[in-house]
Each structure stands twice: as structure tokens, then as C-alpha cells.
């Protein structure tokens, strides 16, 4: 076991200073919870790319419209232009109006990410604070239980079809009808979360300090649901886009003179079998925006999992 | 050590409802703490021991029985102005450094919490310099007030939980387990700074622990709690001496010293109480068996013990 | 080396790859297990001897790797092996482990009985009919009753004690030459780590076993282990008999350790209580790693690592106080107590526990 004893000059057989200063000098990494969880979020390429979708398509949506001064409702009487094949002037086509379709779809994708996000707003904002009370307030649970069931049960496309039917089509039928329902699910998600943290070290201690219920919610349990909340946001905007569409379909969606991508493509759907391109690009663009939404809200919702930080 | 009486739990009993039926976790217990001393109270998981420190911070309502603080009730239905002498005059040290701090505020914010619920300050100078006193009061550098808890070890967190304790100038401190999550060596730093902030500012300790040969350090008198009943309670030097009912014995012996000598003759002997006791004619009373030293038995058992006991087995 | 070690591990390195940084585990441990008996190897978090453990059966996790060093077991070096084929013959068979939850040794949807007659089958080489009955006899001998209707049952049917003695029974089924058991008694209530720890002690005595105990608790050591290696920032730096490293130790963590236990402390004094905190893995380690944090260095720790100096046959230390130019240190009341007690013949008090009152004999 022995190791030959280095040459080591006499000297330095000195009792040494002790800076105990020194010795209290924390010596560990910075955790920073946010900045690990956007760390771990980009360190996938496909998350980059998917991100970045998102970024171009909403800018360009909402910036193309301010620039193209396309007159909407102008009715378009030289058919030539109507129903073109992709060509120099019109990239992918024209409509049954004459209208450029590329022009178009960026008017539409407007309007439904504008739903979308609308939609996301008051689902998560009610959502939260309900969820919050429901999971903290232990006399709640029963109440709120009950109508999740109720809430939950209903099936939402019959829900959807009633209420459309019964408020005329429109921007804010479609946003009611979807909230009325959605809130519950995401208080529901919320509430688990909480009821997990409810009960920790840090929440016992500020009930024996007297912290009141409206600051422990504000300070204690919110902070806690951000990441979950920004998930359930991302999430809630490819399902809003889609049941607009799906409510087009049977005809209860937006009013046909409202661009969006649901009128977009029923029309499409409508003429695809003499004008496919009608359909193609405005569906493209759909696809992405869900698609990109969805993987984008499910990656950054595993890397705000503590636990996945390396 | 006066014998003034800061906290008195008369015949409490905690029930908790449990799918259709109730579990008692904690019953017939009663104990004074003096003024000055380290009271300590002793068992292992289940025994009850964190369900009474929550009883009296009103966090487990008391299913029967009484807490007094300086003579008057905190416990059950009480009004507002009891309620905050409790909040302010009684608090609470946590286990688990790692979860008894709120991660995602700042430490001025943890440290104020309780100033802000009951507004102990004139204004925000006041306030910070309550916190700079108490963050150096624990040997922290009030420059800490502005960071996170994740960037700190779990001796310093710890530390803070006692900081947040002691900017409400308490009079009684319920410590439960402060140090089994803490590493060898930080334990001594906290078990150095309570006992200097308890001859500084003349605390009153009721310290929760399952580990009796650490217990034995700190406190004045022991109490050992077993599935929910308290079944001895002595002067500290007293219970080890001459430990009466079997439970406390064999914790005694299962309790492992660092002390190879001590160990080697030591035997193993178990507890079970169906064995131990008969209480099927008489119940077991809280008897003074010995001045100063009360034990749960029966009459003939108590006797027994006492003459019996001429040092641990 | 003694004719009766059957593990022997020299300046053994280990490392991790985190974040795209290194992390080192293990800076050159060494220790000698001796047949039949029970080394502790005692550390706080951060020190390595969780690790140190895995490295015995190849169960590093997959971003650390054995950079140097050698651990020596029956006649070949286990620091080499990098296939899981070679392990094949050790794990289980030859050295067991036993963890501080028994849920990752369990399997939750199969039988108690069926897992450990599989594990004994396989190892032993057994039929279904034999396996059964080891299966059988190992359970009584651990303790849990009814090994007939324990057999058939699941886990969660278990209690935690119970649990831990199950997997304690499915080790040493196989019987293996080495068991290893790493902090498994530090989730269990005192009451039921005392019986787990006589159970630990008995089967040694019995079966003729090594054991290697991984703990932080210095009570569990002076109950389980006849030796003690005391590990601090990825080295051993002191290793002897529980009676040489209790009462004459001779390393300033080991010193720092010990006079920092309260069991030990006399009332109404301060414990001795170490600043600072370990030294970060991800930094290299100049000098004595405990320097900084240790009043009585010498100037020499910041400079050079200290090498393992003898104290006796059996007891060495890694502190450039042992070398014959160091001057005379004095070590922390609470050690000097305990060499009083040494020379005055060990025991102190009776079975209280040994704890020091202050009160009573003159030191």
C-alpha cells in the first residue's frame, strides 16, 4: 500500500494560515431552472427547426396582410383569373374569385391562429385559476369533480354543433363554444399539479407563517405551473385551428366570407378534383402550423421537467 | 431553567379520516414545555411524533383534547387575536431543507414572509433590516437575500428555514427533525447554532427526532412516543440511565452508537407490545413512577420497572 | 498484502462525463477486503462510495468509465473488464449487492419465491425442484416467517423491513463470496435496521461471507464492521479496525468527523463543526483535498497529495501529519477523550451506549 514518499522539501511542514473565509465559499454549478429547461429544449435540431416554423409562419401571417392590401371582398368579374393553375404571377393558384391563393392563405392563417390563440388565452387564463382553487381548497374537490364529469363527458362535437347552430356561425360562437368545454380539462391538469405541491415542506411552512390563500396561490403555486400552462397553451392552438375546420366542414364554422384556413380548405376540398393546388397549399400550411405546435408544446413540456435536465 | 409553563398539550387527540373509517395517529397525549429548555420528543415513523408538532401550529386540527400557549388556547376553535400569538409567538423548522423553501421566490421574500402576513414593520428600511439581522443572526451574508434557494447547500437552506424562524422573534421553536436530512458533518453547524440562539435569545425548543443518541446532546427532557401514545418521559441523563418501559429499552438498544466497544456488548431486544403488556383487566395509566420520570403502565407493571431498572440491558 | 485478502483495489480512478465536462468519482482509492470479515466504507455525499461499489460489479452508469487503477479479485482485474459477458461470472454469483430501496432488486409482477429460485437456479446451477427448496431454507434463515405463503407472494405484500430481508434472502441464495450492501438500512426505521443489521451480522458469521458495507451513519459502522475505510473526495484516506479508527485515528477528516458527532459530544459544548464544503469533482485536486476546510494543515496539503502512511500492520492514513518531519498536532478534544478511553482499556461506559456525559472519570 505503500507509495514511495515524493521529495518534498522540509519547509513545508509548516502548519498552514486557515482562511476560514475561504472555507465557506459555496463551490457548486448555478442552477437555473429556466435557463436548463431552454437548454435541454434546443438541444434538439428538430425542436430549432419546428420553433422557428412556428416564428415564420405567425410573422408572416400577421405581417403579410399589413403589405398586401389585397381587397377581400372585391368581386372579381374577368374570369380568366379564376381557378388558375400555379403560375408565375399566382405561385399556387387562384380561386374560384380570381383570388391569389398564396395571398390568401396567409389572410386565413391569420384569422385561425388568431382564434387559436384567443381560444388558448381564456382556456389556460380560467383554466389556471380554477384549477388552482380546485386543487388547493380541499372542500372544492368534491363540486369541481362533478362537473369535470359532467363537462368532460359531453361529447364535444355534438356540444360544438348545438352551440353553433344555436348563436349564428361565427368568430366568437366558435371561441365559446370551444372555451366552455376546454377550461375544465386544463383545470383538471392544474389541479393534479397542485395537489402534488400542496402538500410540500415549503407550503406547510407558509400556512404555520399565516400566509393568506390569495398570496400562496400567487406566490406558492403559479410559479410552479408556467411551464405546464405554456404546454397546455401550445397544444390548445392546433385543437382550436382543427375544430374550425372540422366545423366548417358541416358547414356551422366561420361565415364564408371570413378567410381562415377552415373556409380555406372546404372550399378547396370542394373543387379538388379540377383544381387540386386549391387544396394543397392552404392544407401545407395547416398541417404545419398544428404539427409544429403539437411537437413544439409536448418537447418543451419534457424539458421543463427537472428531471430531464442533465 | 424556570419552571414557568410556555406550552401545555392536555389529552390531545388527532384522528384522520381514512377511506370510510378514522385512523388515530396521535392519543391521551399530554406534556408541558418550561420555559428555556429543549423538550424533546422521540419515535420512530408512524409513532405520531410530526402529527402533533402540525396539531399545535393548527395544521391538523386537534380531534380532542387542548393546546395552551402562556395559558391561553390555540387549539380548535379559537379567535383571531389567539390565532396570530400563535402564528407569531410559536414557529416551525422543517426536515427537508430542499423542500421546505419556496424555489421559486427570493430568500428576502422567504425570509419576510411572515413580517408581510402580519405586518411587523413600519416600512421597507425596517423590513430589510429584520432580514439582514436575521440572515446574519445564522451566519449568512445579507447579500444572500437576493438569490434563489437551488443556489445554495442544504446546511445554508437549512440555515434560512431557522433565519425565517427567527425574524419573527418566536418564543417557542417546534424544530421537526432539522438535521436527519443534512449530511455528518453540517449537522454539527446547525445543532451549534441553535443551541447559541437559544442561549442568545432565550428560545424554548420542542424538538421532533427518531434518533435518540442525537437527542440526547441537545435536550433537557426526553419523551418517547410509540404509535401514538407517549409511553415515558424523563430528564435526558435519566432516560438513558434508567429507561423503565420496554419500548424506550428497545429502542435503547437499537439505537447504534459510533462507539465499537460499546457495541460489541451490546444485545438486540425487541419490542412487541402484545407480548409486553396485558391490558386486558387494566388499563395502562401516564404514572410518575420515579420524581420527574412519568411512564404508560399499569400499576403492578410500573412497580415492576422500577424495580427492575438498575441501568440498560 | 495479508494471504487472506480477497479484493484488493490500488489507486483506482473513475470519471464522468457531464455536460461535456469531467466529473471525477474516484482520485486513486484503495482498500483491501479481508475474507470473512465486514469492511464499512464510510463517506458523506460527494465522497465516492456508492461508486466505488458499482465499479466491483460493472455497474457504472453508462457516462462514467474506470480511467486507471486496478481491483484485484481472485487472481483477476476487474478494472478491466468492459463486456457485459465478462460480468456474466461475477454478478450475482460470486459478488452480490443488496441496495438502499429494495424496489430495484424486485421485480413487482413476479412472486417473492419465483424471482429468488430463478436468480438461485440460474447461479447455482439448480433444478426447479432444488432451487425451490434453497429458496425455502433462505427465507426462514433471513427471518421471515411462513416461507411457504411468503413464497407466493408479490412485493407489495411485503413490508419495508420485510422487503429488504427478501432481497437480502435473494443474494445470498446464490452464495456469493462478496455481498455488498449499499446504505441498506438508511430508509428503515431504527427498530427494524437494528434486526436487519444483527441479520446482516449473523449470515456473515454463518456463511462464511465478505462483507462490504456502504454507510454514512458512524453508529452502523461501530455495530456491523470489524474494519473501516474512511472515504472523503473520491480517495480512502484512512482504513483499520473499527477500535484503531475510533480510538486512534489519525487522518484530520476522520478527527473532524468524529469530533463533529453529537453521541460523542459532552452537553454544553460545542461540537466540532467542519466549514466550507467538499471540493467540486469537476476541478482537479491540488494537494490534500480536505486542506482548506481543515485548521491543522500543513502547508505541505495545498501542495502535494499526501501518500498512505502505516500507523500499524493493519492501520494506515493518508496525512502528511504521519510523516516523521510533520510537527506534533494536536488533535480535537473529543478524539483526545477517545484515546484516553483506549489506553485505559476500552469500554467506557457500559451499554448506555458509551455516549460521553462529561460528567464522571477523569479523562
Given at each position: 500500500m505503500i507509495r514511495t514518499i515524493p521529495e518534498v522539501p522540509a519547509e513545508l511542514f509548516r502548519p498552514a494560515a486557515f482562511d476560514e473565509a475561504a472555507a465557506e465559499r459555496t463551490g457548486y454549478a448555478r442552477y437555473s431552472y429556466w435557463r436548463s429547461t431552454f437548454r435541454t429544449f434546443l438541444k434538439s435540431p428538430v425542436s430549432i427547426f419546428l420553433l422557428a416554423l412556428i416564428v415564420v409562419l405567425t410573422t408572416a401571417s400577421f405581417v403579410y396582410p399589413l403589405f398586401a392590401h389585397m381587397d377581400l371582398g372585391a368581386v372579381n368579374l374577368d374570369t380568366e383569373t379564376w381557378n388558375l393553375s400555379p403560375n408565375r404571377d399566382h405561385v399556387f393558384g387562384t380561386d374560384g374569385l380570381g383570388r391569389d391563393i398564396w395571398a390568401l392563405t396567409w389572410y386565413g392563417t391569420r384569422t385561425s391562429l388568431l382564434l387559436g390563440f384567443v381560444i388558448a388565452l381564456l382556456d389556460v387564463g380560467i383554466g389556471m385559476i380554477a384549477g388552482a382553487l380546485w386543487g388547493y381548497v380541499r372542500k372544492l374537490d368534491r363540486i369541481m369533480t362533478e362537473l369535470y364529469n359532467v363537462l368532460n363527458n359531453i361529447p364535444q362535437t355534438v356540444f360544438l354543433v348545438l352551440l353553433a347552430y344555436i348563436m349564428r356561425p361565427g368568430f366568437w360562437t366558435i371561441v365559446t363554444a370551444l372555451c366552455s368545454t376546454g377550461w375544465i380539462g386544463?383545470?383538471?391538469?392544474?389541479?393534479?399539479?397542485?395537489?402534488?405541491?400542496?402538500?410540500?415542506?415549503?407550503?406547510?411552512?407558509?400556512?404555520?407563517l399565516g400566509t393568506p390563500l390569495r398570496r400562496m396561490i400567487t406566490k406558492n403555486v403559479l410559479p410552479y405551473l408556467v411551464s405546464i400552462l405554456i404546454m397546455e397553451a401550445a397544444l390548445t392552438i392546433p385543437y382550436?385551428?382543427?375544430?374550425?375546420?372540422?366545423?366548417?366542414?358541416?358547414?356551422?364554422?366561420?361565415?364564408?366570407?371570413?378567410?381562415?384556413?377552415?373556409?380555406?380548405?372546404?372550399?378547396?376540398?370542394?373543387?379538388?378534383?379540377?383544381?387540386?393546388?386549391?387544396?394543397?397549399?392552404?392544407?401545407?400550411?395547416?398541417?404545419?402550423?398544428?404539427?409544429?405546435?403539437?411537437?413544439?408544446g409536448n418537447r418543451f413540456s419534457d424539458a421543463s421537467d427537472p428531471r430531464n435536465h442533465v | 431553567m424556570s419552571r414557568d409553563v410556555l406550552l401545555s398539550v392536555r389529552d390531545l387527540r388527532v384522528d384522520f379520516p381514512v377511506d370510510r373509517k378514522t385512523f388515530t395517529a396521535v392519543r391521551d397525549v399530554s406534556f408541558d414545555v418550561y420555559r428555556g429548555e429543549t423538550f424533546s420528543l422521540v419515535g420512530e415513523s408512524g409513532s405520531g411524533k410530526t402529527t402533533i408538532g402540525r396539531a399545535i401550529m393548527r395544521i391538523h386540527p386537534a380531534s380532542s383534547g387542548e393546546v395552551l400557549f402562556e395559558g391561553r388556547r390555540v387549539s380548535g376553535r379559537i379567535d383571531a387575536a389567539s390565532e396570530r400569538l400563535l402564528r407569531q409567538r410559536i414557529q416551525m423548522i422543517f426536515q427537508d431543507p430542499m423542500a421546505s423553501l419556496n424555489e421559486r421566490a427570493k430568500i428576502d421574500y422567504i425570509v419576510s414572509e411572515g413580517l408581510y402576513n402580519f405586518k411587523l414593520f413600519k416600512d421597507e428600511a425596517e423590513r430589510r433590516e429584520k432580514v439582514e439581522r436575521a440572515l446574519r443572526d445564522v451566519g449568512l451574508l445579507p447579500e444572500f437575500a437576493t438569490r434563489f434557494p437551488h443556489e445554495f447547500s442544504g446546511g445554508q437552506r437549512q440555515r434560512i428555514g431557522i433565519a425565517r424562524a427567527l425574524v419573527m422573534e418566536p418564543e417557542l421553536l417546534i424544530a421537526d427533525e432539522p438535521i436527519s436530512a443534512l449530511d455528518v458533518s453540517i449537522r454539527a453547524q446547525v445543532i451549534n447554532l441553535m443551541n447559541r440562539l437559544k442561549r442568545e435569545k432565550s428560545l424554548t425548543y420542542f424538538f421532533i427526532a427518531h434518533d435518540l443518541s442525537v437527542v440526547r446532546f441537545i435536550s433537557d427532557r426526553i419523551a418517547v412516543i410509540h404509535r401514538g401514545r407517549i409511553v415515558e418521559l424523563a430528564g435526558a441523563e435519566e432516560l438513558f440511565a434508567r429507561p423503565l418501559h420496554p419500548y424506550t429499552r428497545a429502542l435503547l438498544s437499537a439505537v447504534p452508537v459510533p462507539d465499537p466497544d460499546a457495541e460489541a456488548g451490546k444485545r438486540l431486544t425487541t419490542y412487541d407490545p402484545a407480548r409486553a403488556h396485558d391490558y386486558s383487566r387494566e388499563a395502562p395509566a401516564w404514572r410518575e413512577a420515579l420524581p420527574g420520570h412519568f411512564v404508560l403502565g399499569t400499576e403492578g407493571e410500573t412497580a415492576g420497572w422500577v424495580g427492575g431498572s438498575s441501568g440498560t440491558p | 498484502m495479508s494471504g487472506d485478502t480477497i479484493l484488493e483495489v490500488r489507486d483506482l480512478r473513475v470519471s464522468f462525463s457531464l455536460r461535456g465536462r469531467r466529473l471525477t468519482a474516484l482520485r486513486g482509492a484503495g482498500l483491501d477486503l479481508r475474507k470473512g470479515e465486514t469492511l464499512a466504507v464510510v463517506g458523506e455525499s460527494g465522497s465516492g462510495k456508492s461508486v466505488l461499489a458499482k465499479t466491483f460489479l460493472g455497474m457504472l452508469d453508462r457516462n462514467g468509465r474506470v480511467d486507471s487503477g486496478s481491483i484485484l479479485f481472485d487472481g483477476k482485474d476487474l478494472a478491466r473488464y468492459n463486456k457485459e459477458r465478462e460480468w456474466l461470472g461475477i454478478r450475482g454469483k460470486r459478488i452480490a449487492m443488496i441496495f438502499q430501496?429494495?424496489?430495484?432488486?424486485?421485480?413487482?409482477?413476479?412472486?417473492?419465491?419465483?424471482?429468488?429460485?430463478?436468480?438461485?437456479?440460474?447461479?447455482?446451477?439448480?433444478d426447479r425442484v432444488a432451487s425451490r427448496a434453497v429458496v425455502l431454507e433462505t427465507l426462514s434463515r433471513v427471518g421471515i416467517p411462513e416461507p411457504e405463503l411468503r413464497y407466493r407472494q408479490y412485493p407489495h405484500e411485503f413490508s419495508g423491513g420485510m422487503r429488504q430481508r427478501a432481497v437480502i434472502a435473494a443474494a445470498v441464495a446464490c452464495r456469493p463470496e462478496i455481498l455488498i450492501c449499499d446504505e441498506p438500512t438508511t430508509?428503515?426505521?431504527?427498530?427494524?435496521?437494528?434486526?436487519?443489521?444483527?441479520?446482516?451480522?449473523?449470515?456473515?458469521?454463518?456463511?462464511?461471507?465478505?462483507?462490504?458495507?456502504?454507510?454514512?451513519?458512524?453508529?452502523?459502522?461501530?455495530?456491523?464492521?470489524?474494519?473501516?475505510?474512511?472515504?472523503?473526495s473520491g480517495q480512502v484516506i484512512e482504513e483499520g479496525s473499527v477500535r484503531e479508527v475510533f480510538y486512534d485515528p489519525r487522518a484530520p477528516y476522520t478527527w473532524a468527523l468524529l469530533a463533529s458527532l453529537p453521541q460523542l459530544g459532552v452537553k454544553g459544548e460545542e461540537l466540532y463543526s467542519i466549514k466550507g464544503t467538499p471540493p467540486s469533482l469537476f476541478k482537479e485536486v491540488v494537494g490534500d483535498a480536505f486542506a482548506p476546510r481543515n485548521p491543522r494543515a500543513l502547508e505541505v496539503d495545498f501542495k502535494h497529495e499526501p501518500p498512505v502512511f502505516p500507523v500499524s500492520d493493519t492501520h494506515w492514513a493518508r496525512t502528511w501529519l504521519l510523516d516523521p518531519r510533520a510537527p506534533r498536532i494536536e488533535a480535537p478534544e473529543t478524539v483526545r477523550?477517545?484515546?484516553?478511553?483506549?489506553?485505559?482499556?476500552?469500554?467506557?461506559?457500559?451499554?448506555t451506549g458509551g455516549a460521553d456525559t462529561g460528567k464522571g472519570g477523569a479523562e
Amino acid at each position: 500500500m505503500i507509495r514511495t514518499i515524493p521529495e518534498v522539501p522540509a519547509e513545508l511542514f509548516r502548519p498552514a494560515a486557515f482562511d476560514e473565509a475561504a472555507a465557506e465559499r459555496t463551490g457548486y454549478a448555478r442552477y437555473s431552472y429556466w435557463r436548463s429547461t431552454f437548454r435541454t429544449f434546443l438541444k434538439s435540431p428538430v425542436s430549432i427547426f419546428l420553433l422557428a416554423l412556428i416564428v415564420v409562419l405567425t410573422t408572416a401571417s400577421f405581417v403579410y396582410p399589413l403589405f398586401a392590401h389585397m381587397d377581400l371582398g372585391a368581386v372579381n368579374l374577368d374570369t380568366e383569373t379564376w381557378n388558375l393553375s400555379p403560375n408565375r404571377d399566382h405561385v399556387f393558384g387562384t380561386d374560384g374569385l380570381g383570388r391569389d391563393i398564396w395571398a390568401l392563405t396567409w389572410y386565413g392563417t391569420r384569422t385561425s391562429l388568431l382564434l387559436g390563440f384567443v381560444i388558448a388565452l381564456l382556456d389556460v387564463g380560467i383554466g389556471m385559476i380554477a384549477g388552482a382553487l380546485w386543487g388547493y381548497v380541499r372542500k372544492l374537490d368534491r363540486i369541481m369533480t362533478e362537473l369535470y364529469n359532467v363537462l368532460n363527458n359531453i361529447p364535444q362535437t355534438v356540444f360544438l354543433v348545438l352551440l353553433a347552430y344555436i348563436m349564428r356561425p361565427g368568430f366568437w360562437t366558435i371561441v365559446t363554444a370551444l372555451c366552455s368545454t376546454g377550461w375544465i380539462g386544463i383545470a383538471r391538469f392544474v389541479r393534479n399539479k397542485v395537489i402534488t405541491i400542496r402538500d410540500a415542506e415549503y407550503n406547510v411552512a407558509s400556512r404555520c407563517l399565516g400566509t393568506p390563500l390569495r398570496r400562496m396561490i400567487t406566490k406558492n403555486v403559479l410559479p410552479y405551473l408556467v411551464s405546464i400552462l405554456i404546454m397546455e397553451a401550445a397544444l390548445t392552438i392546433p385543437y382550436s385551428i382543427g375544430s374550425e375546420v372540422f366545423l366548417g366542414f358541416i358547414g356551422l364554422g366561420l361565415p364564408i366570407d371570413t378567410i381562415s384556413l377552415g373556409n380555406l380548405v372546404n372550399q378547396g376540398k370542394n373543387n379538388f378534383m379540377l383544381y387540386p393546388y386549391q387544396l394543397t397549399w392552404p392544407t401545407v400550411i395547416l398541417a404545419a402550423i398544428t404539427v409544429s405546435f403539437y411537437i413544439v408544446g409536448n418537447r418543451f413540456s419534457d424539458a421543463s421537467d427537472p428531471r430531464n435536465h442533465v | 431553567m424556570s419552571r414557568d409553563v410556555l406550552l401545555s398539550v392536555r389529552d390531545l387527540r388527532v384522528d384522520f379520516p381514512v377511506d370510510r373509517k378514522t385512523f388515530t395517529a396521535v392519543r391521551d397525549v399530554s406534556f408541558d414545555v418550561y420555559r428555556g429548555e429543549t423538550f424533546s420528543l422521540v419515535g420512530e415513523s408512524g409513532s405520531g411524533k410530526t402529527t402533533i408538532g402540525r396539531a399545535i401550529m393548527r395544521i391538523h386540527p386537534a380531534s380532542s383534547g387542548e393546546v395552551l400557549f402562556e395559558g391561553r388556547r390555540v387549539s380548535g376553535r379559537i379567535d383571531a387575536a389567539s390565532e396570530r400569538l400563535l402564528r407569531q409567538r410559536i414557529q416551525m423548522i422543517f426536515q427537508d431543507p430542499m423542500a421546505s423553501l419556496n424555489e421559486r421566490a427570493k430568500i428576502d421574500y422567504i425570509v419576510s414572509e411572515g413580517l408581510y402576513n402580519f405586518k411587523l414593520f413600519k416600512d421597507e428600511a425596517e423590513r430589510r433590516e429584520k432580514v439582514e439581522r436575521a440572515l446574519r443572526d445564522v451566519g449568512l451574508l445579507p447579500e444572500f437575500a437576493t438569490r434563489f434557494p437551488h443556489e445554495f447547500s442544504g446546511g445554508q437552506r437549512q440555515r434560512i428555514g431557522i433565519a425565517r424562524a427567527l425574524v419573527m422573534e418566536p418564543e417557542l421553536l417546534i424544530a421537526d427533525e432539522p438535521i436527519s436530512a443534512l449530511d455528518v458533518s453540517i449537522r454539527a453547524q446547525v445543532i451549534n447554532l441553535m443551541n447559541r440562539l437559544k442561549r442568545e435569545k432565550s428560545l424554548t425548543y420542542f424538538f421532533i427526532a427518531h434518533d435518540l443518541s442525537v437527542v440526547r446532546f441537545i435536550s433537557d427532557r426526553i419523551a418517547v412516543i410509540h404509535r401514538g401514545r407517549i409511553v415515558e418521559l424523563a430528564g435526558a441523563e435519566e432516560l438513558f440511565a434508567r429507561p423503565l418501559h420496554p419500548y424506550t429499552r428497545a429502542l435503547l438498544s437499537a439505537v447504534p452508537v459510533p462507539d465499537p466497544d460499546a457495541e460489541a456488548g451490546k444485545r438486540l431486544t425487541t419490542y412487541d407490545p402484545a407480548r409486553a403488556h396485558d391490558y386486558s383487566r387494566e388499563a395502562p395509566a401516564w404514572r410518575e413512577a420515579l420524581p420527574g420520570h412519568f411512564v404508560l403502565g399499569t400499576e403492578g407493571e410500573t412497580a415492576g420497572w422500577v424495580g427492575g431498572s438498575s441501568g440498560t440491558p | 498484502m495479508s494471504g487472506d485478502t480477497i479484493l484488493e483495489v490500488r489507486d483506482l480512478r473513475v470519471s464522468f462525463s457531464l455536460r461535456g465536462r469531467r466529473l471525477t468519482a474516484l482520485r486513486g482509492a484503495g482498500l483491501d477486503l479481508r475474507k470473512g470479515e465486514t469492511l464499512a466504507v464510510v463517506g458523506e455525499s460527494g465522497s465516492g462510495k456508492s461508486v466505488l461499489a458499482k465499479t466491483f460489479l460493472g455497474m457504472l452508469d453508462r457516462n462514467g468509465r474506470v480511467d486507471s487503477g486496478s481491483i484485484l479479485f481472485d487472481g483477476k482485474d476487474l478494472a478491466r473488464y468492459n463486456k457485459e459477458r465478462e460480468w456474466l461470472g461475477i454478478r450475482g454469483k460470486r459478488i452480490a449487492m443488496i441496495f438502499q430501496d429494495p424496489m430495484t432488486a424486485l421485480n413487482p409482477l413476479k412472486t417473492v419465491g419465483e424471482q429468488i429460485r430463478e436468480a438461485a437456479a440460474l447461479h447455482r446451477g439448480l433444478d426447479r425442484v432444488a432451487s425451490r427448496a434453497v429458496v425455502l431454507e433462505t427465507l426462514s434463515r433471513v427471518g421471515i416467517p411462513e416461507p411457504e405463503l411468503r413464497y407466493r407472494q408479490y412485493p407489495h405484500e411485503f413490508s419495508g423491513g420485510m422487503r429488504q430481508r427478501a432481497v437480502i434472502a435473494a443474494a445470498v441464495a446464490c452464495r456469493p463470496e462478496i455481498l455488498i450492501c449499499d446504505e441498506p438500512t438508511t430508509a428503515l426505521d431504527v427498530t427494524v435496521q437494528a434486526q436487519i443489521l444483527d441479520l446482516i451480522k449473523s449470515l456473515q458469521r454463518e456463511l462464511g461471507m465478505t462483507v462490504l458495507f456502504i454507510t454514512h451513519d458512524l453508529g452502523v459502522v461501530a455495530s456491523v464492521a470489524q474494519r473501516v475505510a474512511v472515504m472523503y473526495s473520491g480517495q480512502v484516506i484512512e482504513e483499520g479496525s473499527v477500535r484503531e479508527v475510533f480510538y486512534d485515528p489519525r487522518a484530520p477528516y476522520t478527527w473532524a468527523l468524529l469530533a463533529s458527532l453529537p453521541q460523542l459530544g459532552v452537553k454544553g459544548e460545542e461540537l466540532y463543526s467542519i466549514k466550507g464544503t467538499p471540493p467540486s469533482l469537476f476541478k482537479e485536486v491540488v494537494g490534500d483535498a480536505f486542506a482548506p476546510r481543515n485548521p491543522r494543515a500543513l502547508e505541505v496539503d495545498f501542495k502535494h497529495e499526501p501518500p498512505v502512511f502505516p500507523v500499524s500492520d493493519t492501520h494506515w492514513a493518508r496525512t502528511w501529519l504521519l510523516d516523521p518531519r510533520a510537527p506534533r498536532i494536536e488533535a480535537p478534544e473529543t478524539v483526545r477523550r477517545l484515546r484516553a478511553r483506549l489506553a485505559r482499556g476500552g469500554a467506557g461506559a457500559a451499554a448506555t451506549g458509551g455516549a460521553d456525559t462529561g460528567k464522571g472519570g477523569a479523562e
